[in-house]
């Protein structure tokens, strides 16, 4: 059964730094690609950040480039999502998404979430 | 970037009622269209894939259509457990993998 588990939520300051994991079980990790999409409180989801199963291609919202970076270990079969500068506006639940098979076949697995609080 | 606009944004429905739920694109992304269900508190759950496709394990009074750049959503004979959140996202070439803002589906 798949399974993906994110960690590492937590309030933080304006300007701090938060480095989100997802844990992955059930599948062959490394030969799926990857999503972190976030929603902020009563408001609707906003697609972050994407890596390929190799890790070799990103891209990002252009709300976070330059402050956010997404990785995999996929010896570990973790993902990463690693949160610089953090800004009020960021404070979010912020989800991994497994992209299936092809993008036109969706993100068919998400985790539970973990919610970021940046806050003074 | 494709920007994906849905609407309505908030619907009232009784049960056993069918209701459409539309969403329409900024560009054309031939069928690379999916439709999500998200519950409170909960993450979002694939319910049709590539525009008309029935996600695996997802009741069939769910059903999807279109291309180009207008969708939509359908769910027939609704069902308490219905009442939720439906997000439209495009999938189309590579990211930003956009969703629309969501319709909220509620009793009347």
């Known amino acids: 059964e798949v399974h993906l588990v994110e960690s590492g939520g937590g309030l933080v300051q304006p300007g701090g730094s938060l480095r989100l994991s997802c844990a992955a079980s059930g599948f062959t990790f490394n030969t799926y690609e990857f999503n972190w999409v976030r929603q902020a409180p009563g408001k609707g989801l906003e697609w972050v950040s994407y890596i390929s199963g190799s890790g070799s291609t990103l891209y990002y919202a252009d709300s976070v480039k330059g402050r956010f970076t997404i990785s995999r270990d996929n010896a570990e079969n973790s993902l990463y999502l690693q949160m610089n500068s953090l800004r009020a506006e960021d404070t979010a639940v912020y989800y991994c998404a497994r992209l299936s098979v092809s993008g036109a076949l969706g993100f068919d697995y998400w985790g539970q979430g973990t919610l970021v609080t940046v806050s003074s | 970037d494709i920007q994906m606009t849905q609407f309505p944004s908030s619907l009232s429905a009784s049960v056993g009622d069918r209701v459409t739920i539309t969403c329409r694109a900024s560009?054309?992304?031939?069928?690379?269209l999916n439709w999500y269900q998200q519950k409170p508190g909960k993450a979002p759950k694939l319910l049709i894939y590539a525009a008309s496709n029935l996600q695996s394990g997802v009741t069939s009074r769910f059903s999807g259509s279109g291309s180009g750049t207008d969708f939509t959503l359908s769910i027939r004979s609704l069902q308490p457990e219905d009442f939720a959140t439906y997000y439209c996202q495009q999938s189309y070439n590579t990211p930003p993998y956009t969703f629309g803002q969501g319709t909220k589906l509620e009793i009347k």
């Open positions: 560009q054309r992304i031939a069928t690379y």
